[in-house]
């Protein structure tokens, strides 16, 4: 029998005890003490309709409780599937169910909202997903990945995924990850779990229309097809006439499905595909007029008319999972990622104060093809070492990736245009738009993980990686190539302490290595150059109280970063690598059901970054930028959700995003200013299988700057971030 969804008729009756185990069901969990008397409630951001819960729950929406999650085993900080008060470093688990409430509909809303101290430079030509964490900005130093598998960069873009109407929850690692998934990730991960196939019922969609023409329709739907399998589909489409004018357009598509199937109790096979396809808006930027952003050009899209941007992605996983005991659990995942891109647009403008017109230049069509095949393996045992408990898990990831690009270098065509009432134009094609060069890349890599339980109270744990890459590139203009090979180790140590058993005092030191640039896409004038290295020291508490209540989590750190490309003193054009960058830090978090009718969940991320030895060659002349802060890095940044369940079947909530001021180059005079974002929610629970919500983004119509370009040391235009904007949807599940 289909089960029935579980609503919220009074947020502040439901009995403590059911609602913390209802909880920790949907989270695969069993119930903890509790202090006596504890009082806990559940709200909309709990259980709701809207969501799918963990098979055999009951329970829909429920895929993680609220809060910070901290006794929920996750694999994104550790391959031996600890939860974060287990893990001696600093994890956000976001649960997928959260994100869609708080009317966060990309994974970088969803990302940069929650998580702590991570923020966004995202634009077209990184794919809308690049971000900043600890000192360390774009997609070669925070790594993402789909179900624990690396995406490969090409060429500084990550397109996908984008949507999250599919995930089941992000897990969000602060720091060095190189031991867990090679390099890359000395900034982080940002790991995306996909909803699974159930073995219960489940179906919902959404329905939602907003300002400048938002319109989104999405659809989940599980269940068992027989005692054996299960399947799932996801599908989602988002379009606009966007809030830029001309050509300030989106839409997108994603479509998900995966089919389950329990072979025996002890082994079982799932299969999946996702499909992702975006024409993203085609906006690059907006000019600054004297160091700042006119009202009157605020809405104006400088690209030409013709733009066009194109991404496509086919992602296909085969998973297995075989426990021939209790103490022995073997994994492997073998996966084909395919990816095509498309951009044509004019990508840099600048104010002229001589002639009063925008200057446009870059006029650059890139296309991209990429494939990446691989398969992940581990094998997990439990059992003694020395008389001691013990967990070990082992294994290897093997990628083969092909990389194609295609431009019209070296981006050449100006034109300048009106300020206002402007003809866009159309492409100029200089050089013509050719094959430019193809690589193909080889990754081999072996890993372990070990923790050691010393008692009720302490435990070790430690990781080491091996990789290997290979990279073969082919100049398809010049007729030349070369071969180059990289070997790095990077590893892992740290213990936990618990004074309590809620409570956790840990230490940790890891090593990371990035690469120069996009390691498939790596150039003739790089290739000598060896792996950027870092190094971190962490430590930190995490803990639980009133009952359950509340969570909390405090880190502080330091990374020093090595090699980087700095320019020979008195050799202009001449690079090497000596260069240093570091940054420390403090980090907090808590999530608070302050009374059965309030919640507070808040983050804190302080940070002092700079460049310790970093020289650029300016005019001929040897510049050092020690003692600056790197580019795109806010040095203080903060989040805070607040919810009240005022009345039965209502519950409103109100996000603040704070981000502190960056810099677009190098010797910190192109300034973007600091900024604080206001979000609204309202959701009303209108029958016990459907919702209604309101959302009201940038409340107070902030004008701010993801992103930015400089010449000269002086900023030439901000892509701004979106203005204020209303929506309104519906879900139902039936």
Not at 207 to 228: C, H, K, N, Y
Not at 396 to 403: E, K, L, P, S
Request: charged share 20%; glycine share 10%; net charge neutral.
């Amino acid at each position: 029998m289909p089960s029935r969804p579980l609503t919220i008729r009074s947020p502040g009756r439901v009995p403590a005890r059911l609602a913390r185990r209802l909880l920790l069901a949907a989270a695969g969990l069993a119930a903890g003490p509790e202090a006596a008397g504890a009082q806990e409630s559940v709200t909309l951001d709990t259980l709701s309709v809207a969501g799918a819960g963990t098979p055999g729950a009951g329970v829909l929406g429920a895929d993680l409780p609220a809060g910070l999650a901290l006794r929920a085993p996750n694999r994104g900080a550790s391959r031996l599937g600890l939860t974060p008060l287990e893990t001696p470093a600093s994890i956000d688990v976001i649960a997928g169910e959260t994100a869609r409430l708080r009317g966060q509909n990309t994974l970088v809303e969803a990302v940069t909202q929650n998580a702590t101290g991570i923020t966004t430079i995202a634009s077209p030509g990184n794919g809308n997903g690049a971000f900043t964490a600890r000192g360390f900005a774009g997609p070669n130093s925070i790594q993402q990945l789909i179900d624990g598998t690396r995406l490969f960069v090409g060429a500084g873009t990550v397109n996908f995924p984008f949507d999250t109407w599919n995930i089941e929850r992000i897990e969000v690692l602060r720091g060095p990850a190189s031991v867990l998934y090679g390099d890359g990730a000395i900034g982080g991960v940002v790991n995306v779990v996909t909803k699974k196939p159930l073995f219960v019922p489940l179906n919902e969609a959404r329905v939602g229309l907003g300002t400048d023409g938002v319109a989104r329709l999405a659809v989940d739907s599980g269940g068992p097809i027989g005692e054996s399998m299960a399947y799932r589909l996801n599908v989602s489409g988002n379009r606009a006439d966007g809030w830029i004018t001309p050509d300030g357009d989106f839409r997108n598509l994603a479509v998900s499905g995966a089919l389950a199937w329990r072979v025996t109790p002890d082994l079982d096979l799932t299969v999946s595909h996702d499909y992702g396809f975006q024409e993203p808006t085609r906006y690059w930027g907006t000019p600054l007029v004297e160091g700042r952003i006119l009202e009157r050009l605020r809405f104006n899209n400088y690209n030409i008319r013709d733009s066009k941007i194109l991404w496509q992605d086919n992602w296909t996983q085969a998973r297995a999972e075989w426990r021939p005991s209790a103490d022995i659990t073997i994994r492997n995942t073998a996966y084909r990622l395919q990816s095509r891109r498309h951009w044509r647009d004019v990508e840099q403008y600048a104010f002229n104060r001589g002639t009063g017109l925008i200057d446009r230049s870059d006029y650059i069509e890139i296309y991209h093809q990429q494939e990446q095949i691989g398969n992940r393996f581990d094998a997990a045992f439990r059992g003694e070492l020395f008389g001691f408990r013990n967990e070990f898990l082992a294994g290897f990831d093997v990628n083969a990736i092909r990389f194609r690009h295609t431009n019209n270098s070296p981006y050449g065509g100006e034109s300048s245009v009106a300020p206002t009432n402007y003809d866009p134009g159309l492409f100029i094609n200089l050089a013509g738009t050719r094959p430019a060069y193809s690589t193909r890349t080889s990754q081999a890599s072996v890993f372990a993980e070990d923790r050691l339980i010393l008692s009720d109270r302490l435990s070790l744990l430690a990781g080491v990686r091996y990789d290997a890459p290979s990279l073969h590139r082919d100049d398809l203009r010049a007729g030349t190539s070369f071969d180059r090979d990289f070997r790095s180790v990077s590893y892992r140590f740290g213990a936990v302490y618990n004074p309590t058993p809620e409570t956790a005092l840990y230490a940790q030191y890891a090593t990371a290595t990035d690469p120069v640039g996009s390691l498939i896409s790596l150039s003739q004038s790089l290739a000598n150059f060896q792996l950027s290295t870092g190094q971190q020291v962490e430590v930190g508490a995490k803990g639980l109280f009133w009952g359950g209540l509340g969570e909390w989590t405090l880190a502080g750190y330091r990374i020093v970063k090595d090699n980087l490309i700095s320019t020979v003193p008195g050799q202009p054009g001449v690079s090497t690598q000596v260069g240093q960058q570091s940054s420390q830090g403090f980090e907090a978090a808590l999530s608070l059901q302050i009374t059965p009718l309030w919640r507070l969940d808040a983050n804190l991320a302080l940070l002092h970054a700079q460049y310790d030895d970093f020289n650029q060659a300016v005019n001929g002349a040897v510049v050092s930028y020690a003692g600056r802060q790197p580019i795109d890095v806010p040095e203080r940044v903060a989040n805070l959700w607040l919810n009240y369940a005022f009345a039965p079947r209502w519950e409103a909530r109100v996000g603040v995003q704070y981000v502190g001021d960056t810099f677009s180059n190098f010797g910190n005079t192109a300034r973007r200013p600091d900024y604080a974002l206001v979000n609204l929610g309202l959701d009303h629970q209108v029958t016990p299988a459907s919702r209604l919500s309101l959302r009201v983004y940038n409340l107070f119509d902030k004008v701010y700057a993801v992103s930015g370009n400089a010449v000269d040391g002086i900023g030439t235009n901000w892509l701004l971030g979106r203005p204020r904007s209303f929506e309104v949807a519906y879900a139902v599940s039936f």
